[in-house]
């Protein structure tokens, strides 16, 4: 049998450029449905592609210009030309990172998966920096507190709160709070998270903004006791020393009885 002979294969059609057509793709209830930006390709090949933004495009601030967000398309409405996304993960820039560890700081940083109250699960990254070098006793009690107020979070909010607290800063605040009575910090960060898990049939649900409100978790606090005698630190002392600067000095001037007696 000659080669002649054989069959052809079928030619499959190539896309091109004009096959393709622009979408609009909107952010979660987290980011209030705001745009993101426009995605080209066909309907049945968007799903499922990831989409970064950085979290300045939304709030307007330029202190947000190192935190990149990332979305993934999850279906998309052909008759509106509009793609719904949901939140997948953060990230702050390694520059933004390296600024906060100074010179003679320790960072304290931890890895946990997180269960929300509906069943979504998170990778979350914390990142503590101290404003001197902490001994390791001080380490592990600052790490005790990130992890146990972290979880006490997940356990008791939904995923669109939890979202929302981890972006805007309302968690790492409160480790802050709690954390700075064993040592000094001077930042406290949630540099990386990504969502591991999604439940089944688990939707982003549409909260009122009454009910969007971050609540605080009394934790408690670790006692002075844990810590070594000889490892404690005088905190007022410490904070002090470091905002005192050599201009800030004032020239001692004689008194007047030192001016008689040198007269």
């Given amino acids: 049998m000659s080669s002649r002979a054989k069959k052809k294969k079928p030619k499959t059609k190539k896309v091109t450029f004009k096959d393709k057509q622009w979408y609009t793709t909107i952010s979660p209830k987290t980011f209030n449905f705001k745009p993101i930006g426009e995605i080209i390709g066909l309907e049945e090949s968007l799903i499922g592609r990831t989409i970064e933004s950085l979290l ?20 998309v409405n052909e008759e509106a030309k509009k793609c719904n996304t949901i939140f997948t993960g953060h990230q702050y820039t390694n520059d933004f990172i390296r600024s906060l560890i100074g010179r003679g700081s320790t960072k304290i940083q931890t890895i946990l998966n997180l269960k929300t109250k509906d069943g979504y699960i998170f990778r979350v990254t914390l990142l503590c920096t101290t404003i001197k070098r902490a001994r390791n006793s001080q380490q592990i009690l600052i790490r005790k507190i990130m992890s146990e107020i972290i979880n006490e979070f997940a356990r008791s ?67 002075k006791s844990e810590i070594k005698r000889s490892e404690r630190i005088n905190v007022k002392k410490l904070t002090q020393s470091r905002t005192r600067t050599p201009s800030s000095k004032k020239e001692e001037t004689p008194s007047v009885e030192e001016k008689k007696e040198s007269e």
């Fill in 56 to 75: 300045y495009d939304f709030t307007g601030k330029y202190s947000d210009i190192g935190l990149k967000l990332k979305f993934q398309i999850s279906d």
């Fill in 157 to 223: 909010l939904n995923h669109e709160k939890f979202i929302a607290g981890m972006i805007y800063g309302e968690f790492q605040n409160q480790i802050m709070r709690v954390a700075k009575t064993i040592y000094p910090l001077s930042n406290s960060v949630i540099i990386k998270s990504k969502l591991i898990t999604v439940p089944e049939g688990g939707v982003d649900k549409e909260i009122p903004d009454d009910q969007f409100e971050i609540v605080e978790v009394e934790v408690p606090r670790s006692r």
